[in-house]
Every structure is written in C-alpha cells, then in structure tokens.
C-alpha cells in the first residue's frame, strides 16, 4: 500500500491542511514530522473552520489515528488546547492521538531566549513566530534537550529540568539578558501538564513500523516548506527544520524506502510571512489586493503577509529537491478578475541570469525579477470543480506553469471548501487519491 506525503514549497501556508483533508479518508494514519506549534494549518469543513497547530489536520477525519512525531517540538499547553477543542467538537482525541516520546518539549525558557534573540537590538531578526522553536531545536542540538519520555518520567525530569535551568540562569547572567524567571514554579507546572499529556504518548516509530507491516497507508502531513527549510530555505530567514523531503523520515523514524508519492502544495501566486529575501513580492496596491482578496493573515500570529507573484525559478529549485510525484495549485481563485498576472521566469543578478536559487539570502535580496506578463481571465474561477470548466486564460496559466516547471500540475484548489478543488483525471495526483 503506498503512502503519501504533502509538503509545502514556498514559504508555508499554502493551503497543505485542504489536499492533507483531501486525502485523509483514503489514509489510516497521519502523521506530523517536524516544527511546532508555529505551524498554522485551517481546514474548512462544511461551514465550520478548524485552526490546528501541533494535531495533524488529517485527525478531522473519523477513524484516522495522528500521530505527532519525534521530529515535532512540543508545548505541551498547546497541545493540550487543541486537544479540548477537538474534543469539543465530538472528535474522540484519546483514541485517535499518538505523541512521540522521543519529541522534544518547549519551556518557558525556550520563549524567554527568543524574545532575547529577536528583540528590538538583537541585529539579527528572523520575525519568527516566537513559540520558542528555533531555541528548543538548538537544545536539542546540542544535547541539553528534554525529551517527552524524560518529561514523563517523575525521578529524571526535575533532576534534568533543575540542571538546563541552573545553566541557562548562569548564561543570561553573564550575558546581562537575565529576566525575572521561577524555574520551579515552571516545573511544577510541567509536571502537572505531563499527567495531562501522559494518555497520548508512546513509541510511535514502533506504531508506525507495525502498521506499514501490516498494510496500513500512512499519510505525511509537511508544516512549513522548502523555502523555511534549515539547509534548503532563505538561510537564515527560516525556521529550525527540515521542512522539505528529508525531515519526513527523520522526523518519523519511517524509511525513505516507504515514502512512495510526495505531492507537493503551492499558492498559485506567493507569500511569506517574517523577514527576509522574497524575489517577486508585489508592492503598493498589488500586494494589497492580493493580501484582501486572498486574505492573508498568518494563522499562528495574525501578522499581514508579504504577498507576490509565482515564482518559476524557487519552485524549479523546491521540486529539485523534493522531487515532486504531482504538484497541488492553491487560491486560482484569488487571482480572478486581475487584467494580466505576472509570472517570474528567470533570475537576474549583476546583469547576469541566473538558472539556479542563490545560496546567500544577501545575494537572493538583491536578484531580480524577470517577469512574463499571462493574460487573466474575464470570469471567476471560484468553485469550479472541472479543468475544463475554467477559463482558457485560467487554464493556459496551469499549462504555463505546469510546461515550465516540468512536473505535472494535478490538481487546483478554487476555493476553501473541500468541494471546490480540481483533480485532474488521469493524473499522479487522481491515482494517488483514489
Ligand atoms: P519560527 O519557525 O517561529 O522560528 O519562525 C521562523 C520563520 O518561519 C519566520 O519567518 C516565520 O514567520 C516562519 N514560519 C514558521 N512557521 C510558519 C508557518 O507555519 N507558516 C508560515 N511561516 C512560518
């Protein structure tokens, strides 16, 4: 039985929550390999809008277990939330939730340091979610992280949390960042939430292990994307992992051998929420009609988000690495009732083009655009359910896209309901889903 995994490419929030919602019911398990609570998937529902974080979406399908993997770094008080709400809404957590006991928690501590680093004077700001993820993964770095296990365990956790405190104290004291902070008051706090967290924990890589053995389809549900990626993104304008092909494994402790089909999700325009380098971002009333109509708002921290046009060279350079099955178009529909849409086909930098993505974030901040105007489409495209329903205009826009990317373009999303998406009859993606 083939498994699947759905991965963002460009800056993340690209719409991944609706193909994983998509495609759960054919999946037995979901899974969630790394990031955090700084990863914002909504999945519409009917009527009703869900706001995840840590939960993989797949979980909104009944009878699909998640699983939250050891490469996720876990808060486990906003776990715990999504936990009640999910409840809330008739959703049988207890039997439908596995958490690693090998992923690794954030503390207050973690959130403290990245105020530090982030703050008005750091010189080095990333605009990150400030959830504390890029400090937790440094811990875990360098081996001085607490694992869920260690946080379960009640003669280790406060003999390890009592240790890390006692050193990042002693630093924020040398260093003159020292904030007012009662370790204990955060132990007990956590010991109260492990009891909590307790009934949701095991050995998921065994789970995972035995149920590909015994036939069960595994789903991988990516967070962020391949621009946010620790070696392959915007260094060092990213997040703390492995956001693109990679991390599926590491993060799970599943085999490349068992990742048949990677699909992967792009808005078929672009965004970025945070700081750095972003090639074709639009500016003055494009950008602002592209943010209303879209409505881009960061999930996680309701920052506006930059907003720009699709991006032909970083998509090429995201599909060399994941190395595509189908590709997913999302939000057509926000690009309806626009007289031509840009489309950036080449990189110039210092009067040279450029055929692959800059490794240096300073070089990439001064490259150019080089844009092929497509023409738009009179009628909106909102709802439409058949390729061939759409506008010529809207059609021969996937076609320039999919001709020049070289990587099949097998379905496009026209709105946020799961009823309003096209899947392309005979593609990879059709197979896939069926
Ligand atoms: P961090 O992951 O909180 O350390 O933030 C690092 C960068 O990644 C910032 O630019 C964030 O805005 C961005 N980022 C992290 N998670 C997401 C996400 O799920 N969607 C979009 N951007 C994200």
């Given at each position: 039985?083939?498994?699947?995994?759905?991965l963002?490419l460009?800056?993340?929030?690209?719409?991944?929550g609706?193909?994983?919602?998509?495609?759960?019911?054919r999946?037995?398990?979901?899974?969630?390999?790394?990031?955090?609570?700084?990863?914002g998937?909504?999945?519409?529902?009917?009527d009703?809008?869900?706001?995840?974080?840590?939960?993989p979406?797949?979980?909104?399908?009944?009878?699909?277990?998640?699983?939250v993997?050891?490469?996720?770094v876990?808060?486990?008080?906003?776990?715990l939330q999504?936990?009640?709400t999910?409840?809330?809404?008739?959703?049988?957590?207890?039997?439908?939730?596995?958490?690693?006991?090998?992923?690794?928690?954030?503390?207050?501590?973690?959130?403290?340091?990245?105020?530090?680093?982030?703050?008005?004077?750091?010189?080095?700001r990333?605009?990150?979610?400030?959830?504390?993820?890029?400090?937790c993964?440094?811990?875990?770095?360098?081996?001085?992280?607490?694992?869920?296990?260690?946080?379960?365990s009640?003669?280790?956790?406060?003999?390890?949390?009592?240790?890390?405190?006692?050193?990042?104290a002693?630093?924020?004291?040398?260093l003159?960042?020292?904030r007012?902070?009662?370790?204990e008051a955060d132990l007990?706090?956590?010991?109260?939430?492990?009891?909590?967290l307790?009934?949701?924990?095991?050995?998921?890589?065994?789970?995972?292990s035995?149920?590909?053995?015994?036939?069960?389809r595994?789903?991988?549900?990516?967070?962020?994307?391949?621009?946010?990626d620790?070696?392959?993104?915007?260094?060092?304008?990213?997040?703390?992992?492995?956001?693109?092909?990679?991390?599926?494994?590491?993060?799970?402790?599943?085999?490349?051998?068992?990742?048949?089909?990677?699909?992967?999700?792009?808005?078929?325009y672009?965004?970025?929420v945070?700081?750095?380098?972003?090639?074709?971002?639009?500016?003055g009333?494009?950008?602002?009609?592209?943010?209303?109509v879209?409505?881009?708002?960061?999930?996680?921290?309701?920052?506006?988000?930059?907003?720009?046009?699709f991006?032909?060279?970083?998509?090429?350079?995201?599909?060399?690495?994941?190395?595509l099955?189908?590709?997913?178009?999302?939000?057509?529909?926000?690009?309806?009732?626009?007289?031509?849409?840009?489309?950036?086909?080449?990189?110039r930098?210092?009067g040279?083009?450029?055929?692959?993505?800059?490794?240096?974030a300073?070089?990439?901040?001064?490259?150019?655009?080089?844009?092929?105007e497509?023409?738009?489409?009179?009628?909106?495209?909102?709802?439409?359910?058949?390729?061939?329903?759409?506008?010529?205009?809207?059609?021969?826009?996937?076609?320039?896209?999919?001709?020049?990317?070289?990587?099949?373009?097998?379905?496009?999303?026209?709105?946020?309901?799961?009823?309003?998406?096209?899947?392309?009859?005979?593609?990879?993606l059709?197979?896939?889903?069926?």
């Amino acid at each position: 039985m083939s498994n699947l995994a759905v991965l963002g490419l460009q800056w993340g929030d690209e719409g991944k929550g609706k193909l994983v919602d998509l495609a759960a019911e054919r999946f037995d398990i979901v899974v969630r390999c790394q990031g955090g609570n700084n990863a914002g998937h909504t999945v519409q529902v009917g009527d009703q809008i869900y706001k995840l974080s840590l939960v993989p979406s797949g979980i909104l399908r009944p009878g699909t277990v998640a699983v939250v993997g050891n490469g996720v770094v876990l808060d486990p008080e906003a776990l715990l939330q999504e936990v009640e709400t999910l409840r809330g809404v008739g959703i049988d957590v207890r039997s439908s939730l596995l958490v690693s006991d090998r992923a690794h928690v954030v503390f207050p501590h973690h959130r403290l340091m990245e105020l530090s680093s982030e703050g008005e004077n750091s010189g080095r700001r990333i605009g990150t979610t400030s959830r504390g993820i890029g400090p937790c993964y440094e811990d875990k770095a360098s081996r001085r992280g607490i694992r869920v296990a260690e946080l379960l365990s009640e003669e280790i956790f406060p003999r390890r949390f009592r240790a890390v405190a006692a050193e990042k104290a002693a630093i924020a004291k040398a260093l003159g960042i020292g904030r007012p902070w009662d370790p204990e008051a955060d132990l007990r706090r956590y010991q109260k939430l492990a009891e909590r967290l307790r009934p949701y924990v095991g050995d998921t890589t065994a789970y995972l292990s035995e149920a590909v053995s015994s036939g069960k389809r595994l789903l991988f549900e990516g967070a962020q994307a391949t621009m946010l990626d620790i070696d392959f993104g915007t260094y060092p304008y990213l997040t703390s992992s492995n956001a693109s092909a990679g991390g599926l494994c590491t993060g799970s402790g599943v085999s490349p051998r068992l990742m048949h089909d990677i699909v992967g999700v792009a808005k078929a325009y672009a965004t970025r929420v945070g700081e750095g380098p972003f090639v074709t971002e639009a500016h003055g009333e494009a950008e602002k009609s592209l943010r209303k109509v879209g409505r881009e708002y960061g999930t996680v921290t309701g920052r506006p988000r930059r907003c720009g046009w699709f991006d032909l060279p970083l998509m090429r350079y995201a599909h060399s690495i994941n190395h595509l099955s189908s590709l997913f178009i999302t939000k057509l529909d926000v690009l309806d009732g626009l007289a031509s849409i840009p489309v950036c086909t080449a990189y110039r930098l210092d009067g040279k083009t450029l055929d692959r993505m800059p490794a240096i974030a300073e070089d990439l901040a001064r490259t150019e655009p080089v844009y092929q105007e497509l023409a738009g489409w009179e009628r909106p495209t909102a709802g439409t359910t058949e390729f061939e329903k759409l506008p010529r205009a809207a059609r021969q826009y996937i076609d320039f896209l999919e001709e020049r990317l070289d990587v099949e373009i097998g379905g496009v999303s026209t709105g946020p309901r799961r009823a309003e998406t096209i899947v392309r009859d005979g593609s990879a993606l059709q197979r896939i889903l069926s």
